[in-house]
């Protein structure tokens, strides 16, 4: 494996914020009008040389090779993000091991092998090799990694922008996204629960966490490769889910792929009425003779954000018969993230290749299912055209971008159409159509039979067992919620996640979460966020107080917030405030309005404040009810009953453990 140790995909960057491409190059953030001029120029050039190389044949097409980026999840011991990447790629090996955008994330990049042979035995066998020296690395910390798509205990708080990656290039970029959209980032999932927030910074794209696999083609199969890609990401992203929570909500099943696209949206909301594309896309057509037909929509479509700062003469390169690097097309194309990405580069003998890099498998939940993954997905890209011609003379492209959507929102459940007309249960097509056609196509490249046999075999047992990633995250969920706190449950989520992923056992073997896996709980570590009513029953302060009074009756609740127009909080209305006014009050009750009796101006507390903050403030106070303000909006409330739900999951922690954690 060192021999191609050259020959990693280090050049192209990895995905919007990757470290891989703005530390290889130097780059910075267009400014102005002449820096804008100048790059526009070289990347249309760099363009140009591109077609001029296709022509002229000058790409390596020997020997087609596989790669994959490996995301990682740091946690501390009580499963939260921990934001300590810096500490550890202070250990690890920087040729492997890079930053991403938060400090709770890193990444290790794979050596290319020959798509052939034992390829996925080494692949998997350097993988585990470069864990292996992470789990080192994060013992010595006292923290640990997981493999997850979206980590199920991310907190809001946790994605402020003191934990963004300290260096440079990832603030400037940053800034120059949020200057680009000129507002607060928005997010709207809908799955079986609703999540509708905004966000000040592009940091939510952190939440993510994936593993990139990579496939070098020949430029002339590259627009039917591409097409395949298109069409084949449905299946694959129903059968690799591993996404459904975040913040603590039931989303997508895959919901990496909505968040993803939200968190970096540049769109301002009146230009989506133009069909503006988001710089994180699908597609919108087929393509037909090129991989340039993508480079060009993408320099028509998105405007530049990054120059680079090193000057290439590619022409002077190019007439000298060598490879140029083509470095401003390389960055531009860094900064527009389709599902499945362009990607050029230089081999080891000094050709250029090109790559189809696929952006939609989640990281986890273990190795052995990533190289399935991988597996199934290289699988079809080989075997699809040993069955069908172009999936672009049977399929309208339009129904393979709502078949993309379907999969994200369904996983295992979805129903997309297929090549012969009709709509058919993904799982069924898997079973069926896809994983014969898979096996074919890996048989074509004279993979190990063994390791065809291995890993697809994964793949058909998870969709007989309807049990991917993401269908153990939520049946664990609804099991462990008929009995635990919120925060017990994604504890037990993340602390069992980890222990299977240690065991090497497949997501289709593993038993659902339970209580029991929740060992630990450190209450100083729990912050209101995590623990505060959202489900808010509210009232204005012109309503009637018999409607906030027969409204707390009904619900059963102590304490009422009171919030004007804009949501903010001003004022609090408690049941003890009403009965002394029903046993006092001397005036016509009717005409009483919620305003006079509030309690103006409340306590509140924030939610990035801990347990402990929130419970002394009660105290010190003698208030039984805390009212959670951010930004001057009302988002939550804290009461004796929260406190007490809490209490009960710690005694529940100390009668299985016999210890709570300090």
Not at 14 to 43: A, H, I, P, W
Not at 591 to 600: E, H, S, T
Request: charged share 25%; hydrophobic share 35%.
């Amino acid at each position: 494996m060192r021999q191609n140790r050259n020959y990693r995909y280090l050049a192209t960057g990895s995905d919007f914020f990757t470290s891989n491409l703005m530390g290889s190059l130097n780059v910075k953030v267009v400014k102005t009008r002449s820096e804008l001029n100048q790059f526009t120029s070289n990347l249309l050039r760099d363009v140009h040389l591109l077609e001029r190389m296709i022509e002229e044949n000058w790409f390596d097409t020997d020997q087609m090779h596989i790669g994959a980026e490996q995301e990682f999840c740091l946690i501390d011991k009580h499963f939260k993000p921990a934001t300590r990447a810096m500490d550890v790629l202070k250990k690890l090996d920087k040729s492997f091991f890079t930053t991403e955008l938060a400090k709770f994330n890193v990444e290790a990049n794979l050596s290319p092998q020959a798509f052939k042979g034992s390829c996925f035995t080494d692949l998997e066998s350097e993988l585990r090799a470069l864990i292996s020296q992470l789990s080192s690395a994060c013992s010595d910390l006292d923290i640990e990694y997981v493999l997850t798509g979206i980590l199920p205990t991310l907190r809001k708080h946790d994605l402020s922008f003191e934990n963004l990656t300290p260096l440079d290039r990832y603030k400037s970029l940053a800034e120059a996204i949020y200057e680009m959209r000129g507002r607060d980032f928005e997010l709207h999932l809908k799955g079986d629960d609703e999540l509708d927030l905004s966000f000040d910074s592009v940091m939510l794209e952190a939440c993510n966490t994936s593993f990139q696999v990579h496939l070098q083609v020949t430029p002339e199969d590259f627009a039917t490769k591409y097409n395949i890609a298109q069409l084949v990401t449905a299946p694959v992203i129903s059968a690799s889910a591993n996404s459904p929570l975040l913040f603590g909500k039931r989303l997508w099943h895959e919901s990496r792929i909505g968040l993803f696209q939200q968190s970096i949206d540049t769109r301002i909301t009146h230009e989506h009425f133009r069909d503006k594309s988001p710089r994180v896309m699908f597609g919108k057509r087929w393509i037909k003779d090129s991989v340039c037909e993508l480079y060009k929509e993408d320099i028509s479509r998105f405007r530049v954000m990054l120059m680079n700062t090193e000057v290439e003469d590619c022409e002077a390169i190019f007439n000298e018969g060598k490879t140029p690097k083509l470095r401003s097309l390389n960055i531009h194309n860094s900064t527009v993230y389709r599902w499945n990405r362009p990607c050029y580069g230089i081999s080891p003998n000094g050709k250029p290749h090109l790559r189809i890099e696929n952006r939609v498998l989640p990281s986890g939940p273990t190795v052995i299912d990533e190289v399935a993954n991988a597996a199934f997905w290289l699988g079809l890209m080989n075997g699809y055209s040993l069955q069908y011609p172009d999936p672009s003379e049977l399929l309208e492209f339009q129904e393979v971008k709502s078949n993309f959507h379907t999969s994200a929102v369904n996983g295992l459940n979805a129903k997309i159409r297929w090549v012969d007309g009709e709509k058919h249960n993904v799982s069924e097509l898997i079973l069926n159509e896809l994983l014969p056609m898979a096996k074919s196509g890996l048989q074509a490249s004279e993979v190990d039979s063994h390791d065809i046999d291995r890993l697809l075999n994964v793949i058909e047992r998870r969709v007989e067992k309807n049990q991917n990633g993401s269908n153990w995250i939520r049946r664990s969920h609804a099991n462990l919620s008929k009995d635990g706190t919120k925060e017990e449950v994604l504890l037990s989520i993340v602390s069992s996640a980890v222990k299977n992923q240690r065991r090497h056992l497949p997501v289709h073997e593993w038993p659902l979460a339970d209580l029991d896996h929740v060992r630990e709980l450190n209450p100083s570590t729990i912050l209101v966020e995590e623990f505060m009513n959202t489900d808010l029953f509210t009232i204005r302060p012109e309503d009637i107080l018999e409607l906030v009074a027969d409204m707390m009756d009904w619900q059963n609740v102590r304490y009422t917030p009171v919030e004007n127009q804009k949501g903010q909080l001003v004022g609090l209305v408690s049941s003890r405030k009403i009965l002394r006014h029903f046993r006092s009050a001397k005036s016509d009750k009717s005409n009483v309005r919620v305003k006079d009796i509030m309690i103006k101006d409340p306590l509140t507390v924030s939610p990035e404040e801990t347990v402990y903050e929130a419970m002394m403030t009660m105290k010190k106070n003698n208030v039984g009810c805390l009212p959670v303000v951010k930004n001057n909006q009302l988002i939550g409330i804290v009461t004796e009953r929260e406190f007490l739900n809490l209490t009960s999951t710690i005694l529940k922690i100390i009668n299985r453990t016999g210890k709570v954690n300090e």
